[in-house]
């Protein structure tokens, strides 16, 4: 059962089915190995794959048809203890690190990466986001519920006019008689929108962006229809409005125009996130066509001893092995105190294709059973493409590591 929001929060590590696990799953593995650290990783790993076979993959496909967020399968997810997975245990977090969040998004983006975006933009871009910008108050005011899945986060910070572009946003916050702030703008592509209970929301005041905190049913506060998309369907994204939103003082993260500093942190976080996305995408396409090449026959024979299947076959797996490498080895040095911008960049930039194109070469192998959907690849393949766009642009990284490159140069 969840404890309630009042109640003392079970870490992870320490929870009793993770805890029974790690004994045993530290005798039959080495922690040398940069995918499982630590015996603690390790039973993580064991406990979200489980997750995902046994009960998320039971509802992919049908919340996929229908665009549906499951909350109930949020909650479970919850009871897990990996809501604030990288939030400290003295706050009631799992205590772990980047490269724990890598583990949870890749093992759940092997069945459902709608769900899993749904799950990174409440742990990721607002629990993680919003601790390491708060104030004790702040987390004491605000973690509680989300940790425990009862809220549901999101984050605002794309505008119809400012995507890449995320310095030349327009939604504005003045300050008025009483100190408050007033909030007037829209964002847009915001997942979670139309279920989160508190969102994370960017502004600009006196021309430079800040941070706050916005609860839903806030006056003037409105949430636009759901946006119908191709794919991470099981995931909700919709618009949001503001007209002249009154935003308590103490709802402000930080500092008065510190507010890139705590994006530009946690979004390399996000980009190694949905990296590990891409791989837990490629993976399972993996598994799905070398399983149907040695089951499918054709001119007598299975399809998987024709050398263009084996093509698909090998060459997929060995990108998914090298992006695996590169996002596990990046998220070791992605932490609030340390930049890895190019890093994270460099993940994302490699491993997002590789999820597209796995996916794409599953489909050819499995030909007319593949692009229906009664084989799960037709909407890993979908799924895929959302990851080149969503937290920086393929476009976006060239630019950045290109910058950081030649920035070293000097």
Same mark, same amino acid.
Request: charged share 25%; proline share 3%; with cysteine.
């Given at each position: ?23 045993? #799953? ?55 203890? #990996? ?35 749904? =799950? ?45 572009? #995320? ?34 929301? =960017? ?10 905190v916005v609860e839903r049913g806030t006056k003037g506060f409105t949430q636009g229809p ?50 590990a996305m891409s791989v837990g995408i490629a993976e399972r396409s993996v598994e799905l ?122």
């Open positions: 059962m969840r404890r309630a929001a009042s109640s003392s929060f079970h870490c992870l590590s320490a929870s009793a089915g993770i805890a029974a696990s790690v004994g045993a #799953v530290a005798a039959r593995r080495s922690y040398t190995d940069i995918f499982n650290p630590t015996p603690e990783h390790a039973a993580l790993r064991d406990t979200i794959a489980k997750f995902s076979r046994d009960v998320v993959d039971k509802h992919a496909r049908e919340d996929d048809i229908n665009g549906h967020f499951n909350r109930e399968l949020f909650n479970q997810l919850a009871d897990l203890g #990996v809501m604030g997975v990288t939030i400290p245990e003295e706050d009631h977090g799992a205590g772990m690190d980047a490269v724990a969040a890598v583990i949870v998004h890749h093992e759940l983006s092997k069945y459902d990466p709608g769900f899993c975006l749904a =799950y990174l933009t409440h742990a990721i871009l607002f629990v993680n986001n919003f601790y390491f910008s708060a104030s004790p108050e702040q987390r004491q005011r605000w973690l509680p519920k989300v940790l425990s899945g009862e809220h549901v986060g999101a984050m605002g910070m794309s505008e119809p006019s400012a995507g890449t572009d #995320v310095l030349g946003m327009r939604t504005t916050a003045k300050k008025d008689a009483n100190g408050d702030y007033v909030l007037n703008g829209s964002k847009i592509w915001i997942t979670n929108g139309t279920v989160a209970d508190v969102f994370l929301v =960017y502004a600009k005041v006196n021309d430079k962006i800040t941070s706050f759901k946006i119908d998309k191709c794919g991470m369907r099981a995931s909700h994204m919709c618009e949001l409005f503001f007209e002249d939103v009154v935003v308590p003082k103490e709802n402000l993260l930080g500092a008065e125009g510190k507010g890139v500093v705590g994006m530009m942190r946690n979004l390399e976080l996000e980009r190694v996130t949905l990296a066509m070398t399983k149907y090449a040695a089951e499918r026959k054709a001119f007598g024979q299975p399809i998987s001893n024709f050398g263009q299947i084996q093509r698909y076959i090998a060459e997929g797996y060995a990108d998914t092995e090298a992006a695996k490498a590169l996002v596990y080895t990046v998220s070791q040095h992605v932490h609030p105190n340390n930049k890895n911008r190019l890093g994270s960049d460099a993940a994302k930039l490699f491993a997002t294709p590789v999820a597209k194109r796995v996916a794409d070469a599953a489909i050819q192998v499995m030909g007319g059973m593949g692009y229906s959907r009664g084989m799960p690849v037709e909407r890993l393949w979908r799924d895929a493409k959302l990851l080149e766009i969503g937290g920086g642009t393929i476009e976006a990284h060239h630019k950045n590591i290109t910058k950081d490159l030649i920035k070293e140069l000097k």
